[in-house]
């Protein structure tokens, strides 16, 4: 047989960078806009903290959803999980201090509660996981509107350290959601489960024939997604002082965070991606709105925007798959 | 060899809805040896592997590994039992490295963590064993691999478990001569060292150069077991179970051949080149060719869904650009697709709905039974009764039809629109043997009819029986063109492009 | 349909053997609720009944055509939403405004499915995100419309469709427009899904989209045909539920999630290929009746959302585990 090596047959895939253009575009565009407006007093440390500080709660949440989305699965409960888990933070705390850690363990297993039936309807009861976690946020939205409808209970002053506390110019919570997002990203690349979540996303049946569990695997994501987002609704009650049971929902937690890892190079059919893209995909959102700000564009115009931003960046992925699309 | 079998599956059965897949079939493989499994597409062999590396449970009959009964329940507890399969269809990831993909879901650990270094270690090892080190790296993706080297990565992806029996179901498919020889020798070397191999093929020359023993089953059933290697024609009868002159139909007589209707002259795409070729009504085009030669490609070219971009197309004369397979029904042009599970059939719809399809997708959208002269109730019951379709019922879901059947429904789609030219890909793939003949003898009516038919097909027997002529395709090019008497030796020489290897 | 040639004993296509279970389930379900309230089987009690399901029961039909399409269309309450702060904005308390109001609703609600059929089909955004989107950006649109609090109020002219009742009609005594508009859009869906080559590719497209196209079937037009009838029926829904209940914020919010809902539990498969208009409308009277029951049960609103989740999430492993049984 002939031995001659062959050239390394590496084609340049625009997908695998995206993320990373369009990461560089959106600061192009913010630095350009803010310059012709002539309000460089944007252009600060202090402001771009700012910008990243007002994305944490899609941050957290986004990394979960990386998650479902690596391993084929998706999860539309996560704004109900936000605005559970925000509701229960500040009834079970209710100002008292000494009820900070009960609160927040009680919070993270509601968040694995969550995640496991999701992942167990999924696996188990074969039923497509946008319907499951749909009927899911139907359920927790219902449970949650039945008991409370308006702001409940509140949050002691030491835990909103969470939320406002800083080092420096940095918010804790900024650095604990890139912490959260670094023990993220080692799991993925060292650990067994993290490269089973790429083999099963990538191909169930080729996973299942090489002996991996593959409905652990996708209950472990599910768990993992839900977990993210039962700390982010904790990190909003911390922000708010107090939960409420729409706070999830008006904030579209589950659309957005769903985009940003979209955004961020994850394919939607699963087995593709990572964390620093969804993370690139979150600074994306956040200058855009930084963007939107700078520019005064009005509150209802922004959301039209939105929407439309959300639609076109799937679509500038999306046109470029061959896959059939549901 | 010991008294033991390493693998001995005794009375195994096996039925899906529809589907009669295996009746008490009984095999046996042992330490050091190669024992060839043949048959033709659809006989039952896929199903037995399945059973034996865990994917399917048996309705009865019994797997003993090594002597002790099995209950497989998991793929994993086949390959802890020491069972390694090289599955048809390939099961890499794409996404994946190459040598992520060599230890999938049993990644070397060390501190709880993966060891990637040990990864990539004992990858470029067993790539070495190939001598394929050079050209495929274990950090390359899958994906930018072309389409020998990723079988060679899941062939080495078996061989890196060690396995007590490794199971290779046409491994060849994709391989050219030289890594045919290749593979030829490591399987050598692998039964020198006491591995037990069970190789699915139906060429005889690999069983012939590699097997100690041979098992042939048709429709689910062992039709012979030999010790040693019988010739060739013996285990072919076998596999088709009756003379091939009553199994093909008669060829064409000169007269029926007609007038050239479809013609291309330097046809180019992104997978083809400089193609020229001519199809003539009355007559049967066998293509064939490896796997990724361009036959399925030059096929979805003439049918619009993936056009040429250079070169010109006539149709009875007159030049044609068909961008869209309905551009190309629309000129007269019919396909049934290879893989008909994922792009012929609709399993929810009736036998009707399914055969009627076509004829309603170019009546008018809010029109009706009869809004066209095709769309007719009454005319697709005839022809699904002219085509034999066995159904309790043509108001019955498509799905619980057997393949030969649900092959025959989709051909009535294409009889009711009476195309000029029709191409079938594979068109005997999963179909029992009966069905087969007639799936044969229904091309030749068709070419009598005046239809020109081409016939996509990886089967050499069936493209050297059923063909009137055969065209060999190679990296995107034809390759040669032959008539029906040439011998299966000749094609594979085209197909692979090699000289002087003897067949 | 014509007479059949076949050998086995053909059973005509209306009267399959089996009945689906959702026209029991809403028997079962309509007595029950006569049985707790007698007055439920007075005319005035099931006329008004079926006059509150008939928004619901026509957007449940269109919403068929998307699911039987393999898609999703979670855009429609926010249509409906729009459709009627939209025409309370421009009808400005002007009678004859309504004949062409209703008309330009059916023209943005045309437009409106057209580009969401377009995203779906050429830039392959998923559909239940391209309309998710389509959602947040009509709510949006609405509320920008409104100015974020909805003035004017609809004309009578406009809400004769939702809330008129034409009275001293024999035997059944009264009969609200509504229930007319149910019956004439129900037979006109029914017909699109279940007699028409366009229904009979819809099936196909949704049940295996690639072997459509390379049966010839026009994918891309046969799918944002799916949106557009799916974004007309919003809008119809749209018209008779601000008749019933007049103009707020957020009247169409949820209606989405409800009208899968009751495709689903009218035997629909979700990603497409199998559905019955007929069956869907009954599955919406089943989900109001569920309600229904709920209120006179004295349970408060939120427990049907819990109620609905669970029914959804069991319908589609229900179907999933009776496929498998059958055998695929």
Same mark, same amino acid.
């Given at each position: 047989m002939s031995d001659t090596p062959l050239p390394a047959r590496r084609r340049f895939r625009f997908e695998r960078h995206?993320?990373?253009?369009?990461?560089?575009?959106?600061?192009?565009?913010?630095?350009?806009?803010?310059?012709?407006?002539?309000?460089?007093?944007?252009?600060?440390?202090?402001?771009?903290v700012a910008i990243l500080g007002r994305s944490i709660t899609l941050g957290i949440t986004a990394i979960g959803q990386t998650f479902a989305i690596l391993v084929a699965s998706i999860d539309l409960s996560v704004a109900s999980v936000i605005s559970a888990s925000a509701v229960v933070t500040s009834v079970v705390m209710n100002g008292d201090p000494a009820m900070m850690l009960p609160a927040v363990i009680a919070v993270l297993a509601l968040g694995a509660v969550v995640g496991l039936a999701n992942g167990l309807v999924i696996t188990k009861l074969e039923v497509n996981p946008l319907i499951a976690t749909l009927g899911m946020s139907l359920i927790i939205q219902g449970v949650?509107?039945?008991?409370?409808?308006?702001?409940?209970?509140?949050?002691?002053?030491?835990?909103q350290i969470f939320a406002y506390g800083t080092v420096g110019i940095v918010p804790f919570s900024l650095v604990f959601m890139f912490v959260l997002a670094g023990c993220a990203w080692f799991v993925l690349r060292f650990s067994r489960f993290g490269s089973d979540v790429y083999s099963v996303g990538g191909n169930k049946d080729a996973a299942r024939l090489?002996?991996?569990?593959?409905?652990?695997?996708?209950?472990?994501?599910?768990?993992?997604?839900?977990?993210?987002?039962?700390?982010?609704?904790?990190?909003?009650?911390?922000?708010?002082?107090?939960?409420?049971?729409?706070?999830?929902?008006?904030?579209?937690?589950?659309?957005?965070?769903?985009?940003?890892?979209?955004?961020?190079?994850?394919?939607?059919?699963?087995?593709?991606?990572?964390?620093?893209?969804?993370?690139?995909?979150?600074?994306?959102?956040?200058?855009?709105?930084?963007?939107?700000?700078?520019?005064?564009?009005?509150?209802?115009?922004?959301?039209?925007?939105?929407?439309?931003i959300i639609v076109a960046a799937v679509a500038f992925y999306a046109a470029r798959s061959k896959r059939p699309v549901a | 060899?010991?008294?033991?079998?390493?693998?001995?599956?005794?009375?195994?059965?096996?039925?899906?809805?529809?589907?009669?897949?295996?009746?008490?079939?009984?095999?046996?493989?042992?330490?050091?040896?190669?024992?060839?499994?043949?048959?033709?597409?659809?006989?039952?062999?896929?199903?037995?592997?399945?059973?034996?590396?865990?994917?399917?449970?048996?309705?009865?009959?019994?797997?003993?590994?090594?002597?002790?009964?099995?209950?497989?329940?998991?793929?994993?507890?086949?390959?802890?039992?020491?069972?390694?399969?090289?599955?048809?269809?390939?099961?890499?990831?794409?996404?994946?490295?190459?040598?992520?993909?060599?230890?999938?879901?049993?990644?070397?650990?060390?501190?709880?963590?993966?060891?990637?270094?040990?990864?990539v270690a004992e990858t470029r090892r067993v790539l070495g064993l190939f001598g394929v080190r050079h050209r495929i790296e274990p950090e390359t993706l899958v994906a930018d691999l072309d389409v020998a080297s990723q079988q060679m990565v899941e062939i080495a992806k078996a061989i890196s478990l060690n396995a007590k029996v490794i199971v290779m179901d046409e491994p060849t498919a994709a391989l050219n001569e030289a890594e045919c020889e290749v593979l030829f020798s490591l399987v050598d070397q692998l039964r020198a060292a006491g591995t037990a191999i069970v190789y699915i093929t139906h060429r005889m020359r690999e069983v012939t150069r590699l097997a100690n023993r041979v098992t042939v089953i048709r429709d689910g059933e062992v039709t012979a077991s030999f010790d040693h290697v019988p010739a060739p024609d013996v285990i072919v009868r076998a596999m088709v179970g009756r003379d091939i002159s009553e199994y093909y139909p008669e060829p064409a007589t000169p007269g029926e051949i007609g007038s050239v209707v479809l013609s291309v002259s330097g046809g180019g795409n992104a997978a083809l080149r400089d193609i020229n070729l001519e199809l003539r009504s009355g007559e049967i085009v066998g293509f064939a060719g490896l796997q990724g030669a361009g036959r399925t490609p030059l096929a979805m070219a003439l049918f619009g869904a993936a056009p040429f971009t250079s070169g010109t197309m006539m149709l009875d004369g007159e030049e044609v650009r068909l961008t869209s397979p309905r551009d190309a029904i629309r000129a007269g042009i019919g396909m049934l697709p290879g893989d008909r599970k994922a792009q012929a059939l609709f399993l929810m719809q009736s036998v009707r709905d399914n055969g009627m399809l076509t004829a309603r997708s170019f009546a008018s959208a809010v029109g009706g039974d009869g809004a066209n002269r095709f769309t007719d109730i009454a005319g697709m019951n005839a022809l699904l009764d002219q085509m034999k379709v066995r159904a309790p019922s043509y108001d019955q879901e498509m799905r619980f039809l057997s393949g030969g059947n649900q092959q025959k429904a989709i051909v009535a789609r294409w009889l009711a629109l009476r195309p000029k030219v029709l191409i079938f890909i594979e068109p005997t793939r999963g179909i029992d043997v009966d069905a087969k003949a007639s799936i044969y003898h229904l091309m030749r009516d068709l070419a009598r009819a005046g239809t020109a038919v081409m016939m996509v097909s990886s089967d050499l027997p069936e493209i050297l029986g059923a063909s009137d002529r055969v065209i060999v395709m190679r990296e995107g090019r034809i390759a040669g063109e032959f008539g029906r008497s040439a011998s299966e030796a000749e094609l594979m020489l085209a197909a692979t492009g090699e000289t002087g290897v003897a067949a | 349909m014509s007479a059949q040639s076949l050998p086995q004993t053909e059973t005509p296509k209306r009267g399959l053997p089996k009945i689906n279970p959702v026209y029991v389930l809403v028997v079962a379900l309509i007595l029950a609720i006569v049985v707790m309230n007698p007055a439920f089987g007075e005319p005035t009690g099931y006329m008004n009944f079926l006059k509150r399901v008939t928004?619901?029961?026509?957007l449940s039909g269109g919403a068929l055509y998307v699911i039987v399409s393999g898609g999703f269309d979670l855009s429609v309450g926010s249509i409906m939403t729009l459709t009627v702060i939209g025409s309370s904005m421009l009808a400005s308390?002007?009678?004859?405004?309504?004949?062409?109001?209703?008309?330009?609703?059916?023209g943005i609600g045309a437009v409106v499915g057209l580009i969401n059929g377009l995203v779906v089909s050429y830039l392959k955004v998923p559909s239940l995100i391209a309309t998710l989107g389509m959602m947040i950006t009509l709510n949006g649109v609405a509320f920008m419309w409104s100015g974020g609090a909805p003035r004017g109020y609809l004309p009578d002219t406009f809400r004769f469709f939702g809330r008129y009742n034409i009275t001293d009609v024999p035997v059944i005594t009264l009969l609200p427009v509504a229930v007319i508009c149910l019956v004439v859009f129900g037979v006109i869906l029914w017909w699109g899904m279940h007699r028409t080559n366009f229904g009979r590719m819809?099936?196909?497209?949704?049940?295996?989209?690639?072997?459509?196209?390379?049966?010839?079937?026009?994918?891309?037009?046969?799918?944002?045909?799916?949106?557009?009838?799916?974004?007309?029926? $919003? @809008?119809?829904? =749209?018209?008779? +539920?601000? #008749?019933?209940? !007049?103009?707020?914020?957020?009247?169409?919010? *949820?209606?989405?999630?409800?009208?899968?809902?009751? $495709? @689903?539990?009218? =035997?629909?498969? +979700?990603? #497409?290929?199998? !559905?019955?208009?007929?069956?869907?409308?009954? *599955?919406?009277?089943?989900?109001?009746?569920?309600?229904?029951?709920?209120?006179?049960?004295? +349970?408060?609103?939120?427990?049907?959302?819990?109620?609905?989740?669970?029914?959804?999430?069991?319908?589609?492993?229900?179907?999933?585990?009776?496929?498998?049984?059958?055998?695929?």
């Amino acid at each position: 047989m002939s031995d001659t090596p062959l050239p390394a047959r590496r084609r340049f895939r625009f997908e695998r960078h995206a993320s990373t253009i369009l990461l560089l575009a959106s600061v192009a565009l913010y630095v350009a806009l803010i310059i012709i407006m002539g309000q460089t007093r944007f252009l600060t440390l202090e402001n771009l903290v700012a910008i990243l500080g007002r994305s944490i709660t899609l941050g957290i949440t986004a990394i979960g959803q990386t998650f479902a989305i690596l391993v084929a699965s998706i999860d539309l409960s996560v704004a109900s999980v936000i605005s559970a888990s925000a509701v229960v933070t500040s009834v079970v705390m209710n100002g008292d201090p000494a009820m900070m850690l009960p609160a927040v363990i009680a919070v993270l297993a509601l968040g694995a509660v969550v995640g496991l039936a999701n992942g167990l309807v999924i696996t188990k009861l074969e039923v497509n996981p946008l319907i499951a976690t749909l009927g899911m946020s139907l359920i927790i939205q219902g449970v949650l509107s039945y008991y409370y409808n308006n702001f409940a209970g509140n949050v002691p002053a030491e835990f909103q350290i969470f939320a406002y506390g800083t080092v420096g110019i940095v918010p804790f919570s900024l650095v604990f959601m890139f912490v959260l997002a670094g023990c993220a990203w080692f799991v993925l690349r060292f650990s067994r489960f993290g490269s089973d979540v790429y083999s099963v996303g990538g191909n169930k049946d080729a996973a299942r024939l090489a002996g991996i569990k593959t409905d652990r695997v996708v209950i472990g994501a599910h768990v993992i997604c839900s977990l993210c987002a039962a700390i982010a609704g904790i990190y909003l009650a911390s922000r708010l002082r107090s939960g409420a049971p729409w706070i999830g929902a008006e904030g579209v937690y589950d659309l957005e965070s769903i985009a940003v890892v979209v955004i961020g190079g994850t394919v939607l059919a699963g087995g593709r991606g990572g964390i620093w893209g969804t993370m690139a995909g979150v600074i994306i959102f956040s200058l855009i709105d930084s963007i939107f700000n700078v520019a005064g564009v009005d509150a209802f115009v922004k959301q039209v925007l939105r929407g439309i931003i959300i639609v076109a960046a799937v679509a500038f992925y999306a046109a470029r798959s061959k896959r059939p699309v549901a | 060899m010991s008294d033991v079998p390493t693998i001995e599956m005794r009375g195994i059965t096996k039925s899906f809805p529809a589907v009669k897949a295996l009746r008490g079939v009984s095999f046996t493989c042992s330490k050091g040896e190669v024992h060839a499994l043949c048959g033709e597409n659809g006989a039952g062999k896929s199903t037995l592997i399945k059973i034996l590396s865990g994917v399917y449970r048996p309705d009865s009959g019994e797997v003993l590994i090594d002597g002790v009964e099995q209950h497989f329940r998991h793929p994993q507890e086949a390959l802890l039992a020491g069972i390694s399969v090289i599955y048809q269809e390939f099961s890499l990831l794409p996404e994946r490295t190459v040598a992520q993909n060599l230890f999938l879901g049993r990644e070397p650990m060390k501190n709880g963590l993966i060891d990637n270094r040990a990864m990539v270690a004992e990858t470029r090892r067993v790539l070495g064993l190939f001598g394929v080190r050079h050209r495929i790296e274990p950090e390359t993706l899958v994906a930018d691999l072309d389409v020998a080297s990723q079988q060679m990565v899941e062939i080495a992806k078996a061989i890196s478990l060690n396995a007590k029996v490794i199971v290779m179901d046409e491994p060849t498919a994709a391989l050219n001569e030289a890594e045919c020889e290749v593979l030829f020798s490591l399987v050598d070397q692998l039964r020198a060292a006491g591995t037990a191999i069970v190789y699915i093929t139906h060429r005889m020359r690999e069983v012939t150069r590699l097997a100690n023993r041979v098992t042939v089953i048709r429709d689910g059933e062992v039709t012979a077991s030999f010790d040693h290697v019988p010739a060739p024609d013996v285990i072919v009868r076998a596999m088709v179970g009756r003379d091939i002159s009553e199994y093909y139909p008669e060829p064409a007589t000169p007269g029926e051949i007609g007038s050239v209707v479809l013609s291309v002259s330097g046809g180019g795409n992104a997978a083809l080149r400089d193609i020229n070729l001519e199809l003539r009504s009355g007559e049967i085009v066998g293509f064939a060719g490896l796997q990724g030669a361009g036959r399925t490609p030059l096929a979805m070219a003439l049918f619009g869904a993936a056009p040429f971009t250079s070169g010109t197309m006539m149709l009875d004369g007159e030049e044609v650009r068909l961008t869209s397979p309905r551009d190309a029904i629309r000129a007269g042009i019919g396909m049934l697709p290879g893989d008909r599970k994922a792009q012929a059939l609709f399993l929810m719809q009736s036998v009707r709905d399914n055969g009627m399809l076509t004829a309603r997708s170019f009546a008018s959208a809010v029109g009706g039974d009869g809004a066209n002269r095709f769309t007719d109730i009454a005319g697709m019951n005839a022809l699904l009764d002219q085509m034999k379709v066995r159904a309790p019922s043509y108001d019955q879901e498509m799905r619980f039809l057997s393949g030969g059947n649900q092959q025959k429904a989709i051909v009535a789609r294409w009889l009711a629109l009476r195309p000029k030219v029709l191409i079938f890909i594979e068109p005997t793939r999963g179909i029992d043997v009966d069905a087969k003949a007639s799936i044969y003898h229904l091309m030749r009516d068709l070419a009598r009819a005046g239809t020109a038919v081409m016939m996509v097909s990886s089967d050499l027997p069936e493209i050297l029986g059923a063909s009137d002529r055969v065209i060999v395709m190679r990296e995107g090019r034809i390759a040669g063109e032959f008539g029906r008497s040439a011998s299966e030796a000749e094609l594979m020489l085209a197909a692979t492009g090699e000289t002087g290897v003897a067949a | 349909m014509s007479a059949q040639s076949l050998p086995q004993t053909e059973t005509p296509k209306r009267g399959l053997p089996k009945i689906n279970p959702v026209y029991v389930l809403v028997v079962a379900l309509i007595l029950a609720i006569v049985v707790m309230n007698p007055a439920f089987g007075e005319p005035t009690g099931y006329m008004n009944f079926l006059k509150r399901v008939t928004a619901l029961a026509i957007l449940s039909g269109g919403a068929l055509y998307v699911i039987v399409s393999g898609g999703f269309d979670l855009s429609v309450g926010s249509i409906m939403t729009l459709t009627v702060i939209g025409s309370s904005m421009l009808a400005s308390n002007d009678p004859n405004s309504t004949y062409w109001i209703i008309p330009l609703m059916l023209g943005i609600g045309a437009v409106v499915g057209l580009i969401n059929g377009l995203v779906v089909s050429y830039l392959k955004v998923p559909s239940l995100i391209a309309t998710l989107g389509m959602m947040i950006t009509l709510n949006g649109v609405a509320f920008m419309w409104s100015g974020g609090a909805p003035r004017g109020y609809l004309p009578d002219t406009f809400r004769f469709f939702g809330r008129y009742n034409i009275t001293d009609v024999p035997v059944i005594t009264l009969l609200p427009v509504a229930v007319i508009c149910l019956v004439v859009f129900g037979v006109i869906l029914w017909w699109g899904m279940h007699r028409t080559n366009f229904g009979r590719m819809l099936h196909a497209v949704g049940d295996n989209p690639q072997a459509a196209r390379l049966a010839g079937v026009p994918v891309e037009r046969v799918r944002i045909s799916a949106f557009v009838v799916s974004a007309l029926t $919003a @809008v119809l829904a =749209g018209v008779i +539920l601000g #008749g019933r209940a !007049g103009v707020s914020v957020n009247i169409g919010s *949820g209606f989405e999630l409800q009208a899968i809902t009751a $495709a @689903v539990i009218g =035997g629909a498969q +979700l990603l #497409g290929g199998r !559905g019955s208009v007929p069956a869907a409308i009954a *599955g919406a009277l089943a989900l109001e009746a569920i309600f229904t029951l709920l209120n006179l049960l004295g +349970l408060a609103q939120p427990v049907r959302l819990v109620v609905q989740g669970l029914i959804l999430i069991g319908a589609v492993a229900l179907a999933t585990y009776q496929r498998k049984r059958s055998g695929r």
